[in-house]
């Protein structure tokens, strides 16, 4: 009683690649063919009779859970890269396959009979956080829900954000993420359209190069020579924390697919069904959003040190945001991908 792995070797032509599969079947009785999205799980289960083949197409990374039968130990092996594997897993042996990367994952399950005889086992509980991000003074505030509670927090260091995002299924998070080589990305002119009067709240993406930038003032140079405009010292300000996050998911692809840009006035007029009528600088501005999120959510948590409230509202919506990207419900502005690979979209 075991699984048995095999890495199957392509047959490359110009149309791409395929694979053979070794079959011990004398016979196919179960066929499914479904995908595993990003930070998604499938399996943690087990067949009394069914011995079953899993093949798992790939295109980034993933991770196979499995043991050897009820009260012996979870095994796991992780792949990454391009490729196709066959999971040979006999009956009793559960198994689960978790999706580590920004890619679906492609599976074919075949089995040797027919029978409806699956019963559950977790060999890798699922992710059930989410969080909706902003920025603030002390770094970021953080939404963190988990089933049904939440809690708010601040972040700061690559290290904090990096172990807040591998611990959620999907965050939100209010700062642009894919990035132009010039010129202006067509998720935030469609963003601006969306919301209208506060349209000025969406500042235009920097482009790439502007992330190696010393100062203003060499900013400003390189905005010039590459796209015969400069940069406003506001637009300036938010490029430390552009570049933060740029710079933790160049270092884990395998985290891109958790990650969704959005803006909070995106968010709160199509949570509202229509712009805000009052930014939220102003009594009836904050009223307004204070009223979306606690009819939510509940009673709105209080705000830390280090934030204001306008921070933790729109931390809310990007949470608001988050449950959408959750439940498959969320819509975006843009979709095209920057140099790097990664998505110039703003999810709400």
């Not at 040979?88 to 994952?105: E, I, M």
């Not at 100062?215 to 020579?225: G, L, M």
């Not at 509202?313 to 991908?337: C, K, N, Q, V, Y």
Request: aromatic share 6%; proline share 6%.
């Amino acid at each position: 009683m075991t699984v048995r792995i095999h890495e199957l070797s392509a047959r490359t032509d110009p149309r791409g690649e395929s694979y053979s599969l070794p079959l011990p079947f004398t016979s196919i009785a179960e066929c499914h063919v479904a995908t595993i999205r990003p930070a998604s799980i499938r399996g943690n289960h087990f067949h009394t009779q069914r011995r079953e083949l899993l093949t798992v197409l790939y295109a980034d990374r993933w991770t196979l859970f499995w043991d050897e039968g009820e009260g012996t130990d979870v095994q796991s092996r992780a792949f990454e890269g391009t490729g196709a594997v066959l999971i040979d897993s006999d009956p009793l042996c559960a198994h689960a396959v978790r999706n580590d990367g920004a890619s679906d994952l492609q599976i074919v399950s075949l089995g040797d009979t027919a029978t409806t005889d699956t019963f559950p086992r977790v060999v890798t509980p699922a992710l059930t956080k989410i969080a909706g991000v902003d920025g603030c003074r002390e770094g970021w505030i953080a939404a963190i829900k988990d089933k049904t509670s939440i809690e708010v927090r601040i972040v700061r260091s690559d290290d904090e954000l990096l172990a807040l995002i591998a611990q959620c299924a999907f965050i939100a998070i209010d700062v642009p993420i894919g990035l132009p080589e010039t010129g202006a990305r067509t998720a935030d002119e469609r963003a601006r359209r969306f919301i209208g009067r506060r349209g000025s709240s969406v500042f235009p993406a920097p482009i790439r190069a502007l992330l190696g930038a010393t100062d203003y003032r060499d900013a400003n140079r390189i905005s010039k020579d590459l796209q015969e405009k400069g940069i406003s010292q506001q637009a300036f300000a938010f490029i430390p924390k552009i570049a933060q996050i740029d710079r933790i998911l160049q270092a884990h692809p395998e985290l891109r697919g958790r990650v969704h840009e959005i803006h909070p006035e995106v968010s709160f007029s199509s949570w509202n069904g229509k712009p805000m009528e009052d930014p939220k600088t102003t009594r009836e501005g904050l009223a307004a959003r204070r009223a979306l999120v606690s009819a939510h959510f509940g009673p709105i948590p209080p705000t830390p040190r280090g934030a204001n409230e306008d921070d933790l509202l729109d931390a809310m919506a990007a949470l608001w945001t988050a449950e959408r990207i959750l439940g498959e419900t969320s819509e975006f502005f843009g979709g095209e991908p920057d140099a790097t690979g990664l998505p110039m979209k703003i999810a709400y």
